[in-house]
């Protein structure tokens, strides 16, 4: 499987409100990836649903263990890699397994929870080199670390 590049873009929302997270996969916010997927494939609603997360919001414990699939208080076994676009993680989330080894974190399994009829199996999966991830999550870390309380560390 060809490795994917991550990163992770943090904007403030608006001016000067709360950092927002939106993972970039080779380059692309993952809010466009997944609204290209949705809509070509006909899901109602689709497009300009999803958007970052934001940790002042929502109490995910250190992104560094969210981002590995050990976010403190996720939904079940999977973990929100998007939140709606209105702020609110739980709303309209992006929901994906991921699975970290010594080599690589893949994410694949996505799902749309409240929208469980739909079909996210050829969506991903995206797997990336652990060690390009490992220091993608550094680099979100050093961003949030003075911008955001409590709520990442």
Same mark, same amino acid.
């Given at each position: *499987?060809? +490795?994917?590049?991550?990163?992770?873009?943090?904007?403030?929302?608006?001016? %000067?409100? /709360?950092? @927002? $997270?939106?993972?970039?996969?080779?380059?692309? /916010? #993952?809010? !466009? @990836?997944?609204? &290209?997927?949705? $809509?070509?494939? %006909? *899901?109602? /609603? =689709? &497009?300009? =649903?999803?958007?970052? #997360? $934001? /940790? !002042?919001?929502?109490?995910? %414990?250190? *992104?560094?263990?969210?981002?590995?699939?050990? +976010?403190?208080?996720a939904m079940g076994p999977k973990t929100p890699v998007l939140g709606c676009e209105c702020g609110e993680w739980g709303c309209w989330p992006l929901m994906a397994r991921i699975t970290p080894t010594a080599d690589s974190v893949t994410w694949d399994a996505f799902e749309q929870p409240h929208r469980k009829a739909r079909d996210y199996v050829a969506f991903g999966p995206f797997q990336f080199d652990r060690h390009q991830y490992d220091d993608a999550l550094q680099a979100l870390s050093a961003v949030i670390g003075s911008n955001v309380d409590d709520t990442c560390a």
């Open positions: *499987m060809t +490795s994917n590049d991550i990163r992770f873009d943090c904007q403030h929302r608006g001016n %000067g409100g /709360p950092l @927002v $997270i939106v993972p970039l996969i080779d380059g692309a /916010p #993952l809010t !466009e @990836v997944i609204d &290209g997927f949705e $809509i070509a494939a %006909g *899901m109602q /609603p =689709a &497009g300009d =649903a999803y958007g970052g #997360l $934001i /940790p !002042e919001f929502f109490r995910f %414990g250190p *992104m560094q263990d969210h981002f590995l699939g050990r +976010s403190t208080n």
